[in-house]
């Protein structure tokens, strides 16, 4: 169907035709890519290649699955000065992303009463699902909103919400610069007022379980995460405020014309340089800093519910890493031997710097970022680590990516005993609904193993751990 | 002569709760708005002469809201059901039925048009409890779609005997990732309300928020629907992340057909 020629291995090439002005290229395996192939995706990667200013490939990541415009599991990197920046090369959750805490205390210890009390204390502190936001409370005063959107993750951990060394365990030190809301509508700030704190719905999560497996284990003794360790992961983003950042954004491109001449107009993109590429970039980075107090105040509330039924102390759940997945930024790479400054867009993939980019914080500086690739709740999730490979810019996979649609999940499953089933394969979930663990079923998503093993062999980041879950709260 | 007892009703479809509260639940394919009930006939007479049946001048399925339970008769109950309100060709719809009455009267001397025509559908029948079925209600969306005769088997089953064939208002389709939808209409507005009931046939809620809107484009349906997935979502939190621009649009013998898609 594709002209697709392998280049190396796990690595295939798209090359150019038409208006593209860069190649295509697809990190899979032959397994993957049979199924990759089914799907419109690569049609997607085509049409991104016809962005302007983009530099090197338009690519896809093993777990690529049709998205808006953009794949999901696409990467694309635009001149900072020629090029433009697409809200749908982000995604409508700004900075969706993941984020790993670990407990040094092996989850084989915890009983199975203090299992089942514990995602009880946590399902009643975070609000998941739809509509279990905290509406008896006031929700983000429009102060607070203006502070937290310019100082990230930090303006959570100022207010006894975390502590201050997460900040160096998070992407940017959980702050994408120029965040403010001066071209934030009403509407965004009403969506997202009481949304703080909470998993929304959908593929997020919890999920709570144990280290299975070392793969590398000098870096997993320098994140000090050792096999049985109890693991914390949360998938969530920026709720209601970033969904409502890029549907007014989409509305304000759309009507300047900045979609004329691109082959689906879903890509619509403004010049970065421009009036409204700045605008939107500032309400990205806003959008984005609220994701990662989201994420923060989440972890907090677990700490919490540790403390009080696992009687840890709270800094005992050390945050190893938080990456974002949905995400526009300004990063330097090299480009035809020059250092060159781009703004790379990762939809569903996972920034993965290696050794000694000085963007990592010191523990990471010396092995590489961890990468964070969440699988299914039934089978398993990985930590890696980035590689910074310069094919792909330093990006990686970020997810299992589905199988199965929500529909045919949910009527796979309707009607059956999906907690007791779950529970038979050794996991307890919990939900608001009985749609949404029907439609997060395992079997509605690729195995995260195979994907994992092909970002490996295309060399972009290593396998660290492999990590079973065992207690999961979906949205 | 084959005598039957014959109504004529339009299908309900609607998201029905898994569960209801006690009495004799109809089966959900035999929930129905009934038009005009016949009484005994002849069945091969009438079947005959709904050939020439009205035309209901609407092809596509009218949207509908469920907005409160009723109680029929008014004095002692046999039938707990629930009132339709329609969101869309109140006029057409009333159109239609006076129409199909006038009909009938021609082709049976003996038919009485009804002296109150409450537009419900019936749920359930004696034994229940009235306190029960109200606190258990919540408003629901609905459409009405195929029309059909009808004939009555007894212990609240229908076996239909003819139908009219109208097209759904929105069809779900295959997603990988999030929910896409087939949505039919004739204009830009029936396009609105329809892409509405059927995000709202996953979130009920969803209705709450639902104000007239008068749409011109296919970016300004977007917009719209946007908006009031943001209503929701600001109110007491909403599913959806947003309807994309996807725009893929299909002109099918004057009905339009959108593929919409949905970040969820």
């Given amino acids: 169907m594709y002209e697709l020629k392998k280049i190396a291995p796990a690595i295939y090439e798209l090359p150019k035709t038409g208006g593209m002005k860069v190649p295509g290229l697809l990190i899979a395996t032959e397994n993957l890519l049979r199924g990759i192939e089914q799907d419109r995706s690569l049609e997607?990667?085509?049409?991104?290649?016809?962005?302007?200013?983009?530099?090197?490939?338009?690519?896809?990541?093993?777990d690529i699955h049709w998205g808006y415009g953009f794949p999901i599991g696409g990467v694309a990197a635009m001149d900072a000065q020629t090029g433009v920046i697409s809200p749908g090369g982000v995604g409508y959750d700004i900075n969706c992303g993941v984020r790993l805490a670990l407990l040094p205390e092996p989850f084989a210890k915890i009983s199975e009463k203090t299992r089942t009390d514990l995602l009880q204390a946590i399902f009643e502190r975070v609000p998941s699902g739809v509509g279990r936001e905290s509406k008896h409370e006031r929700g983000l005063s429009d102060r607070d909103y203006s502070e937290l959107v310019e100082q990230g993750a930090r303006w959570s951990v100022e207010r006894g919400l975390g502590f201050p060394e997460d900040l160096d365990h998070i992407e940017s030190n959980g702050c994408i610069e120029g965040g403010n809301l001066d071209f934030v509508s009403a509407e965004a700030l009403e969506r997202g007022r009481k949304q703080l704190g909470s998993i929304g719905s959908g593929?997020?999560?919890?999920?709570?379980?144990?280290?299975?497996?070392?793969?590398?284990?000098?870096?997993?003794?320098?994140?000090?995460?050792e096999i049985g360790y109890t693991y914390v992961l949360i998938h969530t983003g920026s709720r209601g405020f970033g969904h409502q950042i890029c549907v007014d954004t989409?509305?304000?491109?759309?009507?300047?014309?900045?979609?004329e001449n691109l082959p689906d107009r879903q890509l619509v993109a403004a010049p970065i340089q421009s009036a409204e590429g700045k605008r939107y970039y500032q309400s990205m980075a806003a959008a984005a800093n609220f994701a990662f107090n989201n994420r923060q105040q989440i972890l907090a509330k677990i700490r919490d519910a540790m403390t009080v039924v696992c009687r840890i102390a709270p800094r005992d759940l050390r945050l190893l890493y938080d990456v974002c997945h949905n995400i526009a930024k300004f990063e330097t790479h090299e480009v035809d031997g020059q250092k060159k400054q781009l703004c790379v867009h990762r939809k569903g993939a996972t920034r993965a710097f290696g050794k000694g980019s000085k963007e990592l914080a010191a523990i990471f500086q010396s092995t590489g970022q961890p990468v964070l690739v969440p699988g299914d709740m039934g089978r398993a999730s990985h930590l890696l680590v980035g590689t910074g490979n310069p094919l792909t810019w330093c990006s990686c996979c970020h997810g299992a990516g589905r199988a199965r649609s929500r529909v045919k999940s949910f009527d796979a499953w309707r009607g059956k005993d999906l907690t007791s089933y779950m529970l038979s394969q050794g996991v307890?979930?919990?939900?608001?609904?009985?749609?949404?663990?029907?439609?997060e079923m395992?079997?509605?998503?690729?195995?995260?193993?195979?994907?994992?093993?092909?970002?490996?062999?295309?060399?972009?980041?290593?396998?660290?751990?492999?990590?079973?879950?065992?207690l999961v709260i979906k949205g | 002569m084959e005598m039957k007892r014959l109504f004529v009703g339009m299908q309900a479809v609607a998201p029905w709760p898994e569960t209801f509260p006690n009495g004799r639940v109809l089966l959900e394919v035999d929930r129905h708005l009934t038009l005009a009930f016949l009484g005994d006939c002849n069945l091969s007479s009438v079947i005959d002469s709904f050939q020439r049946f009205?035309?209901?001048?609407?092809?596509?399925?009218?949207?509908?809201?469920?907005?409160?339970?009723?109680?029929?008769?008014?004095?002692?109950?046999?039938t707990a059901g629930w009132h339709v309100r329609l969101l869309e060709k109140n006029s057409q719809f009333s159109d239609f039925c006076h129409r199909v009455w006038q009909w009938?009267?021609?082709?049976?001397?003996?038919?009485?048009?009804?002296?109150?025509?409450?537009?419900?559908v019936t749920v359930a029948r004696q034994p229940f409890v009235i306190r029960e079925w109200k606190q258990s209600f919540q408003p629901l969306p609905l459409f009405l779609k195929n029309i059909y005769l009808c004939?009555?088997?007894?212990?609240?089953?229908?076996?239909?005997?003819?139908?009219?064939?109208?097209?759904?208002?929105?069809?779900?389709?295959e997603h990988t990732a999030d929910v896409a939808f087939i949505i039919r209409g004739q204009t830009f507005d029936d396009l609105f309300i329809h892409a509405a009931l059927a995000l709202a046939f996953q979130f009920p809620p969803l209705m709450n928020y639902l104000q007239e809107t008068v749409v011109h484009g296919m970016d300004e349906l977007i917009y719209q629907l946007n908006h009031l997935i943001a209503r929701t979502d600001a109110a007491e939190g909403c599913p959806f992340k947003a309807v994309s621009y996807h725009c893929s649009m299909e002109n099918r013998e004057n009905i339009l057909e959108w593929e919409m898609i949905v970040d969820v």
């Fill in chain 1, 203 to 225: 593929n997020h999560f919890i999920e709570i379980g144990a280290v299975e497996r070392i793969f590398d284990s000098n870096t997993a003794k320098a994140w000090g995460v």
């Fill in chain 1, 442 to 470: 395992p079997d509605a998503y690729k195995d995260v193993d195979a994907v994992v093993a092909a970002v490996e062999q295309a060399g972009l980041a290593n396998t660290v751990a492999r990590l079973k879950p065992c």
């Fill in chain 1, 44 to 62: 997607q990667v085509i049409n991104v290649a016809h962005l302007p200013g983009i530099v090197g490939y338009s690519l896809a990541m093993p």
């Fill in chain 2, 54 to 78: 009205p035309n209901p001048g609407f092809q596509i399925g009218l949207a509908a809201l469920f907005d409160h339970p009723v109680f029929l008769p008014h004095r002692e109950p046999k």
């Fill in chain 2, 104 to 120: 009938l009267r021609e082709i049976q001397a003996d038919f009485e048009e009804p002296k109150e025509f409450l537009t419900h």
């Fill in chain 1, 428 to 439: 307890h979930v919990m939900a608001e609904s009985f749609r949404t663990i029907a439609e």
């Fill in chain 2, 151 to 173: 004939e009555s088997l007894g212990f609240s089953r229908y076996d239909v005997q003819w139908s009219h064939e109208i097209l759904s208002p929105f069809e779900v389709i």
């Fill in chain 1, 250 to 259: 989409l509305d304000v491109f759309l009507k300047k014309g900045f979609a």
